[in-house]
């Protein structure tokens, strides 16, 4: 399963080609991964706190003695 | 309440001012946001108020930033979770109030034009709560600019405050924290510090598949040693209630997916997330969410979103642990049984291109509403109401400085 992974991304890095015109779409911040993330912070801030699975990636800032 | 406006508007004031003041010589730029949670479920209610505001300066390949956000909350808390039949917890629920804060500084220093090196610390404060948490990362981004590798790494040093009765007293004997008094104080005697500490890794693959689509794969690997348990929460036990008792170790494994697709006929951009985790507490959860981003004109766009969220229960979850014990642990947290969620929203924002010393501007008005749905947790005898939370937030961020200057 791993290697299939690593066959998949790296034919995937091979075959991709973007001119530097056609980055037109790419450089918006809709295509951005994390460009939202200062104005999506207080929606995961409050999942954090209200479902025991979310936001896995992340620590918690702090605690809460509310039920 | 005076010390506590006199301590947000010092703070606010020292990372705007420090923020302005670099960048007058240099790129940077500055954001402040307030946020407002509000909870509903059946008469119980939670209101959080948020501000933030954040500094960050450019000076070459290095980029520092220095932030401080803030937490006030007032919430209903319920005494014993689970107590007995002539016990109704949610009429006899209190009010509590508290304030959390966080500062936090970074820096990134561009040592190439693929490599990015990352080092943060954050630390965060309540009255009954610290929190140091350093951290480091590393990008790196292929020549073409179509693969990016990121890799951080978090640790978490947190102190939590617990009553001093508690030293050497059985699980099921344990009393449960009734206030916050005398935390973190040297002359209090019955107060005690527990200690939880955090390791956080996440890696991340993000691919330009085509010039209108990208994709990102994440995966995360979170393990939590210490005190787990919430000092304030109490579980009916038959004869008597007790702190909840989590187990002392918890390791999850998380992955995402993303694809992002721009539309150009449609002057508008489609994402879709799936998000999975597993902990070894037994929790198995699953989220998807689609997003629509429109174009409307003039610097103007309008978003759309809505996520779904499920989650098996802990294998120690029991709504009673009288008639149905669980083995050696016990909990009142609602957010270790099975739930459900799901819900949407709306993000209007507006990008200003900016002029002179004023780089550009942007504001984000963000409204979202989840419903939550437990419906295997109870409050001694009375089935949880299936409750709804909204969270309204609006950000301003402007960029400041010198346009570079022409070769």
């Known amino acids: 399963m791993r290697s299939l992974l690593l066959i998949m991304t790296f034919t995937c890095v091979s075959c991709v080609s973007v001119a530097p015109w056609e980055r037109e779409y790419l450089a918006d911040p809709a295509m951005t991964f ?22 896995a990636g992340a620590t918690r800032a702090g605690g809460c003695g509310c039920n | 309440m005076q010390l506590t406006r ?21 790129q940077g730029r500055v954001l402040a946001r307030v946020s407002q949670y509000t909870e509903r479920r059946g008469s119980l209610r939670t209101d959080a108020t948020s501000p933030e505001v954040e500094g960050q300066v450019k000076i070459g390949p290095v980029t520092a930033a220095l932030g401080w956000e803030a937490d006030f909350i007032t919430s209903a808390t319920i005494p014993v979770v689970d107590a007995p039949v002539d016990v109704d917890g949610i009429t006899s629920a209190t009010q509590m109030s508290d304030e959390r804060h966080a500062f936090r500084g970074g820096v990134a220093w561009e040592v190439s034009r693929a490599v990015t090196l990352r080092a943060g610390y954050r630390y965060g404060f309540e009255r009954d709560y610290r929190g140091h948490a350093p951290s480091i990362g590393l990008s790196w981004t292929s020549e073409a600019q179509l693969t990016t590798l990121d890799f951080d790494y978090t640790l978490s040093i947190d102190g939590v405050c617990d009553t001093s009765l508690n030293d050497g007293v059985s699980p099921t004997e344990r009393l449960a924290l009734a206030n916050a008094n005398g935390c973190f104080s040297d002359r209090s005697d019955n107060r005690v510090t527990q200690s939880r500490v955090a390791n956080l890794g996440r890696f991340s693959l993000t691919q330009v598949l085509r010039p209108e689509v990208i994709v990102q794969l994440a995966a995360s690997f979170l393990r939590e040693d210490g005190f787990l348990s919430s000092p304030y929460r109490e579980v009916w036990l038959g004869t008597l209630a007790a702190q909840e008792h989590h187990p002392d ?6 992955g995402s997916a993303e694809v ?28 998807g969410t689609l997003s629509w981003t429109q174009k409307l ?9 809505i996520r779904g969220y499920t989650q098996s229960s802990a294998a120690f979850f029991s709504d009673d642990y009288v008639s149905n014990p669980r083995g050696a642990y016990f909990t009142g947290d609602r957010e270790l049984s099975a739930m459900h969620a799901w819900g949407g929203g709306l993000r209007l924002s507006y990008r200003h291109p900016g002029a002179g010393v004023l780089r550009g501007f942007r504001a984000v008005l963000l409204a979202d509403a989840t419903h939550n749905q437990y419906p295997a947790f109870r409050y001694s005898n009375n089935r949880v109401p299936g409750g709804a939370y909204v969270v309204v937030s609006l950000l301003v961020e402007a960029e400041l400085g010198r346009a570079p200057e022409s070769p």
């Open chain 1, 34 to 55: 994390g460009s939202e993330e200062a104005e999506d912070a207080p929606v995961q801030h409050a999942r954090d706190y209200r479902e025991g699975g979310a936001n």
């Open chain 2, 6 to 26: 006199k301590r947000v508007l010092i703070s606010v004031a020292v990372v705007t001012l420090g923020a302005i003041a670099t960048t007058a010589a240099a």
């Open chain 2, 249 to 254: 170790r918890r390791m999850r494994a998380a």
């Open chain 2, 260 to 287: 992002r697709i721009a539309l150009e006929d449609l002057r508008a951009f489609v994402a879709l997330r799936l998000d999975a985790s597993h902990d070894d507490w037994g929790i198995t959860s699953g989220a």
């Open chain 2, 297 to 305: 004109g003039a610097g103007f766009r309008l978003g759309f979103r």
